[in-house]
């Protein structure tokens, strides 16, 4: 018996539709605010994420699928969905086109994490993309298109939002920060030690309880903003108001990406106790040119999808099974079960989800099935059936009787 690897998931048949309706959700709200899909492969040049991530993050050290393939190439699984699309969008040459250029992607994101609950190693994101746009504006619609989002699917949550400035500034914080690291350098983690020349802010993102407790009075990044980042913030600040929206200023978001810049934020909720945390995003204005592209700004975000179905399920949100058989055709003998197979399929075709008996089933057996498959409607024919080609419709909601020709376009007049 071969099991299934560690930190990964099957979605089995009688859940798909759960899926199928979150990303319903995410297609619609995707089209509401005029965003395109894009899809990248699952798997890129391993220096694509060295270069594009950060070698000082978590992903990049602890967590990457990194193989190489049999000409001896680095190959990694996507840790993350941006890196791939920053390459998309420089390789074809699509910030030529209209800006700015909105985006949104649904992937399969590889990270070797240890699993926990709402903790895979192989997870699903719904990401959104927008490049070329640099007012705060956008920042606030990329916001809204996460919350619109999470608003659908039933869930409440909090928004934290945070800057985290520009190179100019963050010179500025990170000389403050070590300065204030400094007496505690024995305290904080290895990994941090390394971090504190390589880059401090990262120090603020550590899991580490230690690591908390010493950067719990560190001096704050939105304090050592440069004019432009400050105003950029308040800017955001007052498109969220504009939207109604509320917020919370967090000076702890650093986000786990290096490539940010000015916007950090995430949303929250806690149901989930740890890992509450089901969307994080912001701006990385500097990321398309560190990867050889043209100065592009970008905005964007990513929002794990098993994360909101745990959370859905916890709430106990029901989402409607779409799946289920409009009819069901029971059959008696073999002059009606290939009547049943006639009627099935022209009624497939008309557009009745239909389904009858594939097992040889006696007919009582046939209900037992109908019913556990939760048919809505089930017609039985017999051999009277066949000769006065009529039979009954039963609906299994309301018990109500109808009868009906046996012909496809009448039974199809009552059910569509
Ligand atoms: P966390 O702080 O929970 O580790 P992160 O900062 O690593 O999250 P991002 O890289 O921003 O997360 O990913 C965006 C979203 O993807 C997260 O907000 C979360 O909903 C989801 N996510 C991240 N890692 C996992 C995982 N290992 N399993 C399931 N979902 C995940
Ligand atoms: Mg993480």
């Excluded at 759960?18 to 297609?27: D, N, Q």
């Excluded at 270069?51 to 190439?73: A, L, P, S």
């Amino acid at each position: 018996m071969i099991n299934i690897p560690k930190g990964t998931k099957d979605v089995l048949p009688e859940q798909s539709y759960k899926w199928h309706y979150v990303e319903s959700v995410i297609r619609e709200v995707a089209s509401l605010f005029f965003l395109k899909e894009i899809r990248t492969p699952t798997f890129e040049h391993t220096e694509l994420f060295l270069r594009g991530v950060g070698d000082t993050t978590d992903i990049v050290n602890k967590e990457m699928y990194t193989f190489n393939d049999k000409k001896g190439r680095s190959i990694t699984l996507k840790p993350e969905g941006t890196a791939g699309v920053v390459r998309s969008v420089i390789e074809n040459g699509l910030t030529n086109n209209v800006m700015p250029l909105k985006m949104y992607y649904e992937t399969p994101v590889f990270r070797y994490e240890r699993p926990q609950a709402g903790r895979l190693r192989e997870h699903h994101q719904f990401g959104v993309e927008i490049y070329g746009a640099k007012g705060a504006d956008m920042d606030a619609e990329v916001i809204l298109i996460a919350y619109t989002l999470l608003k659908k699917v039933g869930l409440n949550v909090a928004l934290n939002i945070n800057s985290i400035g520009c190179p100019t500034c963050r010179k500025a914080y990170n000389e403050a920060l070590k300065e204030y690291l400094k007496d505690s350098f024995n305290e904080i983690c290895p990994v941090c030690q390394e971090r504190y020349e390589k880059n401090p802010l990262r120090i603020l993102d550590c899991k580490e309880e230690k690591c908390k407790a010493v950067c719990a009075k560190a001096p704050k990044i939105i304090d050592y903003l440069c004019d432009d980042c400050k105003e950029h913030f308040e800017s955001l600040k007052s498109y969220l108001s504009i939207a109604g929206l509320e917020y919370t200023v967090n000076p702890n978001i650093v986000r786990g990406l290096d490539y940010y810049t000015r916007t950090v934020f995430e949303f929250v909720t806690t149901d989930l106790g740890s890992q509450g945390t089901v969307c994080g995003g912001g701006r990385y204005d500097n990321l398309v040119k560190q990867l050889g592209g043209p100065d592009v700004p970008c905005v964007g975000f990513g929002m794990g999808i098993e994360r909101i179905l745990m959370l859905m399920e916890a709430k106990g949100i029901e989402i409607e099974d779409r799946t289920l058989p409009d009819l069901y055709i029971a059959s008696i003998g073999e002059n009606a079960h290939k009547k049943a197979f006639e009627l099935c399929y022209g009624l497939r075709l008309a557009g009745v989800k239909c389904e009858i008996d594939h097992m040889q089933r006696g007919v009582k057996p046939q209900f037992k099935y109908a019913d556990k498959i939760r048919a809505l409607n089930v017609i039985t024919i017999g051999d009277s059936e066949i000769e006065s080609s009529s039979a009954t419709l039963k609906n299994m909601v309301s018990g109500e009787q109808t009868p009906c020709k046996l012909a496809v376009e009448d039974i199809a007049k009552l059910l569509i």
